[in-house]
């Protein structure tokens, strides 16, 4: 045993003393066992556990060694001393020597005093000894370290270790403990909720066990350091250590109840985790969260509608209603009943009958609160409590008064009822709110319906009425407020019994009813009832006497509409009120626009005069529940929304089916009853359940009611129900209803459309929260089910492309996401699906190149995460960088207020423009302007800024153009708009405090308070603008180039046209005199906040002079300060009677130090002559502009550091990034992670730069340290790093940029000539490839053989190798230089091979040999391939452009015609073989295919931009014969390919091409203006009219797309006296020709039907923004439709002018032929008569017409419209004997003469259709033509039945009269079905065949319904009645 306890003392010893060579190899740890006489595994068990514990503590401890224990560790100084223990060779010799070791004990026995862990190494070797001793079989023994241990601090070293510790060292997932949390708690959660679940199981807190015995350590000596390590771990992932705190059996100590109090308070308050932390706290311990609920809503009675979201989440509603705190569960229950979540009636009742009168008590004593807190907030608004509504209060009592109670309760219940009843005066009731009659005494009741009866037989008037009414509402008397209570509930509740009431008592009655409203007699809860009541009278028929009723109350009360907007739009939407009263409503619209015009709403009628609830009882009428939600919001005022009800939307690309919104009359809401089960079903519902709710609602649920079910659904489940999303549509499907599915989905739509335009959405986070969530849900619906987002509903890149327009990301962006999110469990649309592709790029340029917020992007990262695929990965578009300006196109209406604001109108005169050229600048919409009261004096103080604002001479740019310097004057104006505010308030704030202190202080013996108060006025004055000038110069200098940048961008000028340094300069230049109106602004704003300071001092000086005369003492500040004032100097000293002259002079030193820059005094003295500067007076500062646009904070004013600590922030700066670099030299920078700390500190050196005092010469110094850096270094990685972060200094300032690149360029020193850190900095636009050639070749010229041999490899490697970084064109005077030097003989040999590979390149000779010369297709292939190079290059510009087109014209190949014409057609070639074979690629994205297309695109218009007529005659025409001369190339080389390919033949390439020219000459069209037109029409007549479908159908499709392409069509049709319409009508015509013989077929294939729905969509484009044009070619149209065709043909007669509103066809007793329009004819431009020419026809009719002979003719036109017999080719390709275009042509052209005959004739009185010659001829024809002519005659009729004009009124004339005169039952059954055959198709239907067919079958004239072919089939009588309803 002695030796034993030897053996174990000396382990530790001997090895301590043998440092840590014992370790360094077995042979030497197995002579240090030996003097222990450990030899081998049979020397016996000599050393035990606990030994070997010790020395693994020794070793962990000191692993590294230190100075102290330097001798003791390392005995021999030599070279092969080691520096740490090795590990495994102390375990491994153990395990051989020692078998008998349990290193499970070993662990254990580590609990010894002097343990202890100090770093992750230490923990690394207790491990990793365990791990070899083992061999891996078994797990480390962690349950070691719990519970309590001897060594606390030991055990508490090891536990904070591990939970520090890299996830590669330790990972506490890989043991078996009790999870927090684990993936299987979230198995049915939503992906996102498993998402968030993922990341929290990966935490090392992740075990109950250690958080137990952490936090039980707090009971300890080691309190303070537990609660550091709890506080910080709260911090970083309070979600674990919440969840964890909660599952720790108690007793609990104090450290751990407030961690958890806290914790639990903040994730019911809102936390992003606040989902998954609930759910689970629900499950591991519900008591805990319901005292955190409990107390939650101790704190804030407002938090139990949180509390109610969070139930409704975690389905927990009837678990919280069980608490035993009544009135929590009261108030949750009540604000649940409001949303519908619970039947309130059964829930109090089975309360009472469960708890009896103590629950009814509490529920009293809810009521009497909550009643006392509304007329609180009637008294001053100000009450925070959720408000009770009408519905609600009105169940309380009623089930309280139906229940037996106790005597006590019984009084209280008498007190809440009569509160209750006054407080809700007015409410209507069927039965009062008791369920039983009102409470009122039979005397007030008598005496109540007295004053009714005497009114009604006119003993009183209704004015004394009123004024009785209103005098019993004032009252004092308590009696008469009962009356006045009994009255207006009486007449309230008679409501019903209104229809039947005589006329003059119902008109009485009215009247008194209208001027409740009027006088506001009613309260805030009657009030929207009152209305509702009114709306609902009005919307009965016109001679109703209720409608009456309406009317004559709408009249009383008329004034106060304007208090309404919503209310008037319900008004103006009523047909009735606009026919029988136009002067009502003249009255609202004028209502409106005084309303829209002013920019507040001050009104009597506040929030609180209109609080209504949210409805009426569920028992109301269903009609009146949806009206009631209406005027919820119909009348509540809201200044900053009334007014946009009216505006147009912000988003237009998002639309609703017409269908289910227009069908509203099948649809019902359920009754009370079934509206409960329904909720109860919804809300019980879950997985386990699912069948057997389904099969329950399956019952309860009716088609009539899905309407309201799919509303219920969308906007109170899953808008609020995220994570239960996945079990709804599970519900929804098991439903197995289309029809509700497609409810839903409109349901979805029209909230999302909703939200999406609502105001408050984009202020309000919980709004957003909603469309995420509905975002969600519509992706489920939709795109998860693999079914499509139709374009016509949301248009998604429209979507994106108006919100970034309007300001608006914040909303659209994470909506677009959410839908698209749900595309990750679809199969098509997964990437690269195309349509989700193209809205990922362009949101991938919304990610790139606008200023997004983080959270926007981080909602971007997460799609493309969600979707599996790299955001740098998807090439983003450029459409919002290539699009024109939205301002310059569609707003000219803003010029005029802009006109206004640059001629200064809010002031003076400034200085002419010097030019009158209109600006353009976008001004916000007035709607986007805050109703804050703007201070004249700051508005036009920055309004004067204009004529002081600076220009360098040398920034042309800017001298030129005078609207530049308006966009200049406007930046910034917004950005000392967006920082004024808070810089003022602060400064003012921290000047008047100090102020205030030392003036007190200082005058505390001083009697004159003039004296005081200008000494006071000096020195805050100077303090407010001193630290305003310091605080806000480098923000408003960032804000105000960002302002100038936005604005230069979208005023269309690129960052081409503007360099950043030009922008720099301006801001630099300006900078002073907007740092000098913000710090006079802090001057003003001063004056008045330190007078209202000091005004009791002045007060107090002022009054003690007047009484008394005697010397001044404030004795409140002298006495604190008398103790000591012996003490100082004596020119300290205060004196009596006030500061001596010497101690004044202090504050008047104050005056004479120099404030104000020139500009600015002449600015505010100016404004001060004009408007007078009051003192006192006060200094709202006032946003003219959209404040959204402005995210300026004052917490966000960084103060500025010193140079001193600015170096030293740098220094360590870089020697972290040195550090970090060495670690992994050979890396790249995209390869780094987003979060890297190298990307980290590249971010924050600029920003270090930016915040010094001097950040130009700070950013200088910064940048010549990172430059010598550049050139000292040699690994990738810090080349790259170092020249972003170079490029990022010179964005910083442009005095760095320009004394940078001056360096680079034009410093003579060979140091910089190292050839990949210049090329590096060519890549990255620091160096300009031309500048450094131009300075190389001067150097070349010198000789120098250092700069020959830069020269040579640099032109190598940016020219030569790929990727290229320069164009040879770069570098041409350096070539020059270096090929003069080979003539010379003085080149080395590198010099003459760079140039030999140049030579083919540049070789000119072989343009003189044949065209067809193989070697001249290779030269202009050559050409083509760099060009399309030069137009990749990101650095390329117009400029760079023109000099590659300048040279090609210098090579030659643009001379010649044969050589330009083969150059085009090898361009072509070249780009369609590109594309052809990177398609057969599998690696190759579409944007790498279309790279050659695209550039040949910009080089042809660009080649046309640059042309010019060689003679010099007329350029314009020359640029046209070019551009066709090219497009006939293309054609050619299209019709080959066409050709040889045949069924291989691709169309895409070409497709490619034109609409890449369609948007190419787009973005040129300011340039090429006075040609655009005839472009056009080029690109029409001779390219698309050649490329038609009947001459190339392979081409079709693509022909299709490019004639109705939006860069081609509008323009042609929009263009000037309607000059484009018939090259489009002719496209259109040649489109339908080629559609003919496949629309004969009934049965069409897959491709035909595809064309079709795209020739559907065109015309559905036209009719919607081009109906003029249909109408006036309908004819042509219709002439070549096939007859089978009656959609397409309706879709065409529907067309009427935009400028006509269409009369209601089933308006009774319409009258058409008084229509004004009836008499106009209209334009037809198509040819109809040319059709007749042929064999005399024409002349013939024209003949007839006019003297109605030969008799013979009617008799033979038939013979005349049919087609010859023998001519049977014929009448196969048209499908008909008869000529159908002569047949049409006849029909059309008679009925023209017919009409101008009638004209003629009208004065006579002559009929419309008569026994005339053009009725002899359609008399004779109906006889005479078989039934296919005659059913071709009658169709030609018919297309002439379109909108209401003289040929609609006239051919439907002629039709009813064939109908009535025909003798034969054919005929009417032929005229019938023609008719027929067009209503019974999907909508449009022309209006004329509407009223045709109402005509026919209404009128009794024509008897239709007596005939046998409308009842000879069921179907038919059953498709007639149909038809006619």
Known sequence: MEQNESSRLSLVKVMSESGYNCCSSVTAFRSVLSKLEVTSAESGEIIMEDDVAQALGMIANSHTSSEDGAANWNQTPDHDSKQSWNIEVFVTTLVELQPHLDWGKVIEKLDYPEFVVNDTKGLEIILTAYKKATKDRSQFPLHVFWGRWNNIKGQFSFLNRIVHAPLETFNLNDYPVQKVLSLEDFANSSANLKSMAGLLTLNPWNSVELIETLIKMADTELYEEIKLLFEKFTKQTPEVVCLGLAQVQKPWNALHQEIINRLVSVFLAGHSSSTPVLTRLWQVNSNLFTEGCLEMHKKDAMSVSRILDIAQDLKILNQLLAIQSFFFSIDLAALASRREYLNLEKWLQDN?????????????????????????????????????????????????????????????????????????????????????????????????????????????????????????????????????????????????????????????????????????????????????????????????????????????????????????????????????????????????????????????????????????????????????????????????????????????????????????????????????????????????????????????????????????????????????????????????????????????????????????????????????????????????????????????????????????????????????????????????????????????????????????????????????????????????????????????????????WARNDYGPPVKPPQSTQPPSIPIPPPSHIPHTPINLNIDEGITNLAPFITFNPNLSIFTNQPMMKKIV?????????????????????????????????????????????????????????????????????????????????????????????????????????????????AMDKAVPEIDESLASSFSNRKKHRERTGQPYYDMTVYSGISRYMSNLPEPLRLKPNGLQPQQLRVYEDFARIPRLSSHAAAIYDDRNSRVGMHRGQDFPIGHLYNTAEMPFDGSQIHIPITAHQSLEKFASYLCELD???????????????????????????????????????????????????????????????????????????????????????????????????????????????????????????????????????????????????????????????????????????TVIQLLEDLRPRTSRDIFTKDVENPGLREQLTSFFAEWVRVYQHPTSNEKIYATFIMQLQQQGVLKGEEISSMFFRVCTEMSVEHYLKQKAASHATPAVAYQAIDAFSKLIVLLVKYHSDPDGVNHNVAKINYLTKILSIIVLVLAQAHE????????????????????????????????????????????????????????????????????????????ENQKGWPAFHKLLICLFRFLVPFLRNVEMRDTTRLLYKGTLRVLLVLLHDFPEFLCDYHFSFCDVIPSSCIQLRNLILSAFPRNMRLPDPFTPNLKVDLLPEISQSPRVLSDYASALIANNLKNDIDNYLKTRSPISFPLDL???????????????????????????????????????????????????????????????????????????????????????????????????????????????????????????????????????FIELIKNPRYNFWSHSFTRCATDIERLFDSVSR
């Open 969 to 1081: 004057h406007l930046a910034i104006d917004r950005a000392i708009r967006e920082i004024i505010t808070p810089v003022v308030e602060r400064s003012v704030t921290i000047a008047g405090i100090s102020t205030r202190e030392l003036i007190i202080k200082d005058f505390a013996l001083e009697p004159n308070e003039e004296k005081m108060r200008n000494a006071a006025h000096l020195m805050v004055q100077n303090l407010a603008g001193s630290l305003a000038l310091v605080t806000c110069k480098e923000p408003l200098r960032i804000s105000m180039v960002t302002h100038l940048r936005n604005l230069l961008l979208q005023n269309g000028y690129s960052e081409q046209n503007i360099p950043e340094q030009a922008i720099l300069i301006v801001v630099s230049d300006n900078l002073e005199l907007a740092c000098s109106f913000i710090e006079k602004a």
């Open 1219 to 1389: 550090k970090l670099i060495s670690k992994n030299p050979q890396a790249s920078w995209s390869s780094l992670p987003l979060n890297s700390d190298i990307r980290l500190l590249v971010k924050e050196i600029p920003l270090l730069a930016t915040q010094s005092f001097n950040c130009d010469e700070t950013a200088l110094h910064f940048s010549q340290k990172v430059v010598q850096l550049l050139y000292k270094n040699d690994s990738n990685l810090s080349r790259e790093v170092y020249v972003i972060l170079l490029e990022r200094l010179c964005e910083t300032s442009y005095k760095v940029k320009k004394e940078v690149t001056n360096w680079l360029i034009y410093a003579d020193d060979e140091r910089k000539f190292i050839v990949p850190v210049v090329v590096a900095l060519i890549k990255a636009g620091l160096i300009n490839a031309s500048d450094q050639d131009t300075q190389l070749a001067k150097l070349i010229e010198n000789g120098r053989p250092t700069v020959i041999d830069f020269t040579t490899k640099l032109i190598r490697e940016c020219v030569l190798k790929e990727p290229q970084y320069a164009s040879r064109n770069d570098f041409m005077h350096s070539i020059d230089a270096l090929t003069r030097l080979t003539q010379r003989g003085k080149a080395p040999e």
């Open 352 to 900: 009472i009958v469960e708890y009896g009168d103590s629950f009814i008590h509490d529920c009293l004593e809810f009521l009497n609160q909550k009643l006392a807190l509304e007329i609180t907030r009637e008294t001053n608004g100000n009450v925070q409590s959720v408000r009770l509504s009408n519905d609600v209060i009105a169940i309380f009592l009623r089930i309280l008064h139906n229940s037996t109670m106790s005597g006590e309760n019984a009084e209280l219940f008498k007190e809440v009822h009569r509160v209750a009843l006054r407080l809700t005066t007015g409410t209507p009731s069927e039965s009062s709110v008791t369920g039983t009659e009102p409470s009122f005494s039979p005397d007030v009741e008598e005496e109540a319906n007295s004053y009714y009866e005497r009114v009604y037989r006119q003993e009183i008037s209704i004015e004394d009425m009123i004024k009785l009414l209103q005098k019993f509402k004032n009252s004092q008397e308590q009696r008469e407020n009962e009356i006045f209570s009994c009255m207006v509930h009486n007449l309230f509740d008679e409501y019903q019994f209104f229809p039947k009431y005589p006329q003059r008592e119902l008109t009485i009655t009215s009247v008194i009813f209208g001027s409740l409203i009027q006088y506001q007699l009613v309260g805030y809860m009657a009030l929207g009832i009152a209305l509702r009541y009114v709306l609902n009278a009005l919307r009965n028929p016109s001679d109703s006497k209720m409608f009456n009723f309406g009317v004559q109350a709408l009249l009383q009360f008329q004034s106060r509409l304007p208090e309404w907007p919503q209310y008037c739009s319900h008004l103006l939407q009523i047909p009735q009120l606009q026919q029988s009263h136009p002067d009502i409503i003249q009255y609202v619209r004028s209502a409106l626009a005084s309303n829209a015009n002013s920019t507040t709403v001050t009104t009597p009628t506040t929030a609180s005069t209109l609080g209504i609830g949210n409805g009426e009882q569920a028992s109301s009428q269903s009609t009146n529940t949806n009206m009631n939600n209406e005027l919820l919001s119909a009348i509540k005022p809201s200044p900053d929304t009334s007014n946009k009800v009216f505006d147009k939307p912000a988003f237009t690309a998002l639309n609703l089916d017409t269908l289910l919104a227009a069908d509203k009359d099948d649809y019902e809401i359920p009754s009370e009853a079934i509206q409960d089960k329904i909720l109860f079903i919804v809300n019980n519902v879950a997985q386990s359940n699912l069948d057997t709710k389904v099969a329950e609602m399956k019952e309860l649920l009716k088609e009539s009611h899905f309407r309201w079910f799919a509303n219920y659904l969308v906007v109170k489940r899953a808008s609020i129900e995220p994570n239960y999303h996945q079990l709804y549509l599970q519900f929804l499907d098991a439903l197995e209803s289309q029809l509700l599915v497609k409810h839903v989905l409109h349901e979805t739509f029209a909230n999302v459309k909703v939200l999406l335009n609502s105001e408050k959405t984009v202020q309000s986070l919980s709004e957003r929260s909603l469309l995420k969530n509905l975002g969600s849900w519509l992706g489920g619906m939709t795109l998860a089910r693999n079914k499509p987002i139709k374009h016509k509903n949301i248009a998604f890149k429209e979507l994106l492309i108006e919100g970034y327009d309007n300001n608006r990301l914040i909303v659209v962006i994470p909506f677009v996401c959410k839908v698209l999110e749900q595309a990750c469990k679809s199969k098509v649309f997964k990437p690269p699906n195309p349509w989700l592709m193209a809205i990922l790029k362009l949101l991938a340029e919304l990610y790139h190149n606008v200023d997004l917020k983080l959270n926007l992007k981080f909602e971007i990262e997460v799609l493309c995460k969600s979707l599996e695929i790299e955001l740098k990965d998807i090439e983003p578009t450029t459409v919002l960088k290539d699009r024109p300006p939205k301002e310059l196109v569609s707003q000219p209406p803003r010029r005029n207020e802009f006109d206004k």
């Open 1758 to 1892: 038939r013979n005349k419209l049919m087609i010859d017999p023998n001519n049977q080719s014929d009448i196969t390709s048209t499908g008909s004997k008869y000529n159908v275009s002569v047949i049409n042509a006849l029909v059309l052209y008679v009925g023209i003469q017919a009409i101008g005959q009638l004209h003629n004739k009208s004065a006579q009185g002559t009929p419309p259709v008569t026994h005339s010659a053009p009725m002899d001829i359609f008399q004779q024809l109906l006889i005479d033509l078989d039934s296919e002519g005659r059913y071709l005659f009658l169709s030609a009729i018919a297309n002439q039945l379109r909108y209401p004009n003289s040929h609609t009124h006239y051919f439907s004339c002629i039709l009813l009269y064939l109908f009535a005169e025909g003798s034969q039952e054919v005929i009417k059954e032929q005229v019938t079905r023609v008719l027929l055959e067009r209503l019974i198709v999907n909508r449009p239907h022309p209006w004329g065949l509407l009223i045709t």
């Open 1540 to 1615: 040889q390919r045949r069924q291989q033949f691709n169309q895409k390439p070409f497709f490619r091409l034109f609409s890449s020219l369609l948007n190419d000459l787009n973005s040129y069209e300011q340039q090429l203006q006075p040609i655009y037109f005839q472009i056009l029409t080029a690109l029409s007549n001779n390219t698309f009219h050649t490329l038609q479908p009947l001459f190339f159908p392979g081409f079709t499709f693509a022909w299709l797309s490019l004639i109705s392409h939006r860069l081609f069509m509008p323009k042609l049709l929009l263009a």
